[in-house]
T-cell receptor, first 111, second 114 residues
Framework: ETGVTQSPTHLIKTRGQQVTLRCSSQ?????VSWYQQALGQGPQFIFQ???????GRGNFPPRFSGLQFPNYSSELNVNALELDDSALYLC??????????FGPGTRLTVT | SQQGEEDPQALSIQEGENATMNCSYK?????LQWYRQNSGRGLVHLIL?????REKHSGRLRVTLDTSKKSSSLLITASRAADTASYFC??????????????FGKGTKLSVIP
């Protein structure tokens, strides 16, 4: 059984650019959630996908969008990057349980 | 917005001592979970306590829940240097769609000195 994986590990982008982050969920998990964690803060919920449909969204603007694929892997897309988007982006998967299994995260730096 | 607030923000103890962290939350909950995060990496699920439970144990971890006070505590007994990490409490919405999304507190940073 493989755990949650994320790519890339680190990323540096310029303000105004677009970025795509990827996540492979744990085997058998049909729900994927994305979180943003600023330095020194707790993770903030961005959105969640269940069976390829968005199933809840946090307080993030529409330039944060996502996809879930038939194999339950997922992408997080952020358009028009801002300096405040610099953070650790965490993907978590679950399967009809409250416990979530997190990937190692992607560290995004916007300059 | 933060649902849970951990206290203290930082805690430094000697190896072998016990560490206690507290979490307060604002709204009704179905369950409360504790997670550990090592040095800016992914979070690891530690323990889940349901709203109808008062205490739960897992190895060296003991979690209590007081729904009347909207608070929970995490006790780590006989701490080890490897326990050095940030600890977060997290709660899902009470019910409805998106019940698996979690709201985290800001965390307690635990340092265990060998």
């Amino acid at each position: 059984e493989t755990g949650v994986t994320q790519s890339p590990t680190h990323l540096i982008k310029t303000r105004g650019q677009q970025v795509t982050l990827r996540c492979s969920s744990q085997s058998g998990h049909n729900t994927v959630s994305w979180y943003q964690q600023a330095l020194g803060q707790g993770p903030q919920f961005i959105f969640q996908y269940y069976r390829e449909e968005e199933n809840g969204r946090g307080n993030f603007p529409p330039r944060f969008s996502g996809l879930q694929f038939p194999n339950y892997s997922s992408e997080l897309n952020v358009n028009a990057l801002e300096l405040d988007d610099s953070a650790l982006y965490l993907c978590a998967s679950s399967s009809n349980t409250y416990e979530q299994y997190f990937g190692p995260g992607t560290r995004l730096t916007v300059t | 917005s933060q649902q849970g607030e951990e206290d203290p923000q930082a805690l430094s103890i000697q190896e072998g001592e016990n560490a206690t962290m507290n979490c307060s939350y604002k709204t009704s909950i179905n369950n409360l979970q504790w997670y550990r995060q090592n040095s800016g990496r992914g979070l690891v699920h530690l323990i889940l306590i349901r709203s109808n439970e008062r205490e739960k144990h897992s190895g060296r971890l003991r979690v209590t829940l007081d729904t009347s006070k909207k608070s929970s505590s995490l006790l780590i007994t006989a701490s080890r240097a490897a326990d050095t990490a940030s600890y977060f409490c997290a709660t899902p919405p009470y019910s409805g769609a998106g019940s698996y999304q979690l709201t985290f507190g800001k965390g307690t940073k635990l340092s265990v000195i060998p």
